[in-house]
């Protein structure tokens, strides 16, 4: 099924959750956009909405059905650009959001795509290999139509470098010949880029220190708490450990522990990568109560789970003088308020976790010309890129007297509207 911009009335109603949020935010800079924003509008409707139906034949022989999205936010500017995510929350809103954000993002880096963002409806921990390799492929068949010239995906919760390479292969087996700048995060025997599994943590990493510096914070001395222990957080974590920080606390989707003195980060990936998930680390105490997390001594804390995270209910008990959202929207409209009043700085997700995409972006460029770039090389261009893009929204926050977050998305709302506006309306 799929239902076109004409059928999205429903828009136009009252929002809540991501979607509700990331127009919350549209709003906000509304008024920073002088003539463009006469195409406001642009932003609040995605171009494209998709709800597919994923039957597979399980192992076995029963015939078991998934709900699969696709949302095409904006192209504006390229392609749309952003991940598939398999998680059993999955919904329309979310998708909407995550697409919307990436349009946000890419335009912010300044990256010639646009936005947009897929997912699928269950856990895929509780499937087999096969059984999700099934659902990957009848997904990409599915929503074959947008693939390639209209959505490049990518991984995203749930996903890796594997389902990257069945999507590839389906849609290359489709059409009959081999196309690896369909997808990015590939493995790298198959067209993918070094460095892009690193990619969105080490820009967390970049975006920290340059902000930490901004408050004189010393990064080698600060303590730091992350939410999210996979390649965001855990990679975060890993290069600020090595940088002299202390992770003071972490926690993913099982338990939350503490060390106060600082977690042996490398001993604490090991063990997460061997028992699923941090719970019963002995370096460390730990809780059953969620909510602790939030209220831990830290000057950095780093959201890397998932969205709607810090909300009016857990913001006051933040203690940081820095929050980096690795995670998309993890702070609601209402948290950052409560934040700017307790003069917390947020460095905003369309900034912060933009590593991933701009190391995609240097994928698709390679596939595209087949020549590949050294570890080092995406390493420095990443750097450079995560700098240049935070300096200038530092510059216009402090300019205007707004949060990041404004400014933030008064670069890429600008950037797209301008786009939108010379290209005009057809027919």
């Not at 493995?187 to 990493?205: A, F, I, K, N, W």
């Amino acid at each position: 099924m799929s239902i076109e911009q004409g059928n999205l009335s429903y828009l136009n109603t009252p929002a809540v959750g991501p979607w509700g949020d990331y127009l919350k935010q549209i709003d906000r800079v509304a008024p920073y956009l002088g003539s463009l924003s006469r195409w406001i509008e642009t932003l609040k409707r995605p171009k494209r909405v998709m709800m597919v139906d994923v039957p597979i034949k399980r192992d076995d022989g029963t015939i078991t059905h998934f709900e699969g999205f696709s949302v095409v936010h904006n192209n504006s500017r390229g392609p749309g650009k952003g991940g598939i995510r398999y998680h059993p929350d999955v919904s329309m809103p979310e998708v909407m959001a995550l697409s919307a954000w990436m349009t946000i993002k890419n335009a912010a880096l300044n990256l010639p795509f646009g936005g947009a963002k897929g997912g699928i409806r269950f856990n895929p921990g509780e499937y087999s290999t096969g059984e999700v390799e099934r659902i990957t492929r009848r997904y990409t068949s599915e929503v074959n139509i947008v693939l390639g010239e209209q959505w490049i995906p990518a991984p995203d919760l749930g996903t890796s470098a594997r389902e990257m390479a069945w999507l590839m292969d389906t849609f290359s087996m489709n059409r009959g010949h081999t196309d690896y700048a369909v997808v990015t995060g590939k493995p790298v025997s198959l067209g993918g880029s070094l460095g892009r599994q690193e990619g969105t943590g080490r820009g967390v990493y970049v975006v920290t220190c340059e902000a930490a510096a901004k408050l004189g914070i010393d990064v080698s001395q600060a303590k730091v708490a992350v939410q999210g222990f996979g390649n965001v957080g855990g990679i975060a974590a890993k290069l600020l450990h090595e940088h002299g920080a202390k992770i003071v606390a972490v926690q993913d989707h099982k338990a939350t522990v503490f060390n106060d003195k600082g977690l042996d980060i490398p001993t604490l990936i090991r063990y997460a990568s061997l028992n699923g998930s941090v719970a019963g680390f002995k370096e460390a105490s730990e809780t059953a109560d969620r909510g602790a997390f939030w209220g831990v001594d830290c000057d950095i804390m780093i959201p890397a789970a998932l969205e709607q995270q810090i909300t009016r209910e857990n913001a006051g008990s933040i203690r940081a003088q820095l929050v980096v959202e690795g995670a998309n929207g993890p702070t609601t409209p209402e948290a950052d308020d409560i934040l700017s009043d307790k003069g917390v700085l947020v460095v905003p997700d369309v900034i912060a976790n933009a590593g991933g995409v701009t190391v995609s972006y240097f994928e698709y460029s390679q596939a595209q010309q087949s020549y590949w770039l050294t570890d080092e090389e995406i390493g420095a261009r990443l750097t450079r890129s995560m700098r240049e893009a935070f300096g200038g929204v530092w510059a216009i926050s402090k300019e205007k007297g707004i949060s990041l977050r404004t400014a933030a998305f008064i670069v890429g709302c600008t950037r797209v509207l301008e786009a939108r506006d010379m290209r005009g309306l057809y027919p």
